[in-house]
């Protein structure tokens, strides 16, 4: 069964910067396209940031610029650099994998998803 196990999270001023990671276990992990969601209260769980299995990214409009994901199939870890954080990137952060490779395999998503990390932007 997959494994998700994000940390990282925090509180941080606005302005500030955060490193989170997942680990990843259960599945082959250099096959699979993952993913970056968030979900803040009252709202539906979105996409932040996916990077496929040769390591194309794709963001949300809300953090291009300003995070980076990326991947390391040795240690089975996917990363989100999070810079100049705003309030609104205030949520809980999940990390998930697709069942295929590519970017657009991200619309399907395996289960269960890990407990999350909760990222707190707030001077």
């Known amino acids: 069964q997959v494994q998700f196990v994000e940390s990282g999270g925090g509180l941080v001023q606005p302005g500030g910067s955060l490193r989170l990671s997942c680990a990843v276990s259960?599945?082959?992990?250099?096959?699979?396209?993952l993913g970056w969601y968030r979900q803040a209260p009252g709202n539906e769980r979105e996409l932040v940031a996916g990077?496929?299995?040769?390591?194309?990214?794709k963001y949300a409009e809300s953090v291009k610029g300003r995070f980076t994901i990326t991947r390391d199939n040795i240690k089975k870890t996917v990363y989100l650099q999070m810079n100049t954080l705003k309030p609104e990137d205030t949520a809980v952060y999940y990390c998930?994998?697709?069942w295929g490779s590519g970017l657009n395999s991200l619309r399907v998503l395996r289960s269960p998803w890990g407990q999350g990390t909760q990222v707190t932007v707030s001077s």
């Open positions: 998930n994998a697709a």
């Open positions: 259960g599945i082959t992990f250099s096959d699979n396209a």
């Open positions: 990077i496929s299995s040769d390591e194309n990214t």
